[in-house]
């Protein structure tokens, strides 16, 4: 089977509507002030209107607070929470509120940040790995950093998971090849700067992953 995609962090309907039409899996839209690709409620609420059902609607967050998921899931119609750099007890009360599928990013760098994933057991869905972003970064992700993809070789997983982490049209046949992930997600490897999707290499991604 093709390796399905999540286009994170999308903002205009150019985008998102290309993102749907090559075969995307899932959506992101970023709840995150700090973020260039972060949306207001209504931006959200106008693109979720365009996502048919059988695409997933995820909301990519923060450690949030519950009224900022709630105003979310309200305005993006979400399907699932991606939360970073929050608890696995914090992810579990956010599922159990919001009766949505929770991904839980896990920063990774070296082998010992893998041992994260263990807490997430029972308390997430999907777990999702992600680069680890240099020290005093202003965002946990969506920085075009890629860890090294060994570093999930022989590992046993304990829940369905997605690959993130500087992937680009170009090297993702490589990622899967190299980690065996049938999930991928990407946001600054389709972009021509910062913030901008680019429909073009949209399109080259998911043309890479149906290929796969």
């Known amino acids: 089977m093709p390796v399905r995609a ?7 309907p150019e985008t998102l509507d290309a993102a749907i039409a090559h075969g995307a899996a899932h959506v992101g839209f970023v709840f995150f002030p700090p973020s260039p690709r972060h949306l207001s409620f209504g931006r959200a609420a106008q693109l979720a209107q365009r996502v ?6 995820v909301g990519v967050f923060v450690d949030p607070d519950d009224a900022l998921v709630d105003a979310a899931i309200a305005a993006g119609k979400l399907t699932a929470l991606q939360l970073h750099d929050t608890a696995p007890e914090r992810a579990a ?4 509120r919001s009766g949505v599928d929770i991904w839980a990013a896990i920063a990774v760098r070296a ?7 263990r807490g997430f057991v029972g308390a997430a869905d999907r777990l999702l790995y992600d680069a ?3 020290p005093g970064a202003s965002l946990p992700g969506g920085m075009g950093v890629r860890f090294d993809w060994a570093l999930l070789e022989g590992i046993i997983h ?8 500087g992937l680009d049209p170009i090297n993702v046949g ?7 992930a049938d999930l991928v997600d990407v946001s600054s490897g389709v972009e021509s700067a910062p913030g901008i999707k680019a429909v073009d290499k949209i399109a080259a991604f998911l043309k890479a992953c149906s290929s796969l």
């Open 52 to 57: 048919p059902d059988g695409v997933g609607r």
């Open 93 to 96: 009360a956010l599922g159990a």
């Open 6 to 12: 999540k286009i994170c962090g999308l903002s205009t």
């Open 158 to 165: 304990r829940l369905p998971w997605a690959l993130s982490g």
């Open 174 to 180: 490589d990622a899967v090849a190299a980690t065996g």
């Open 132 to 134: 680890k972003t240099p």
């Open 111 to 117: 082998r010992g940040d893998l041992d994260a994933a």
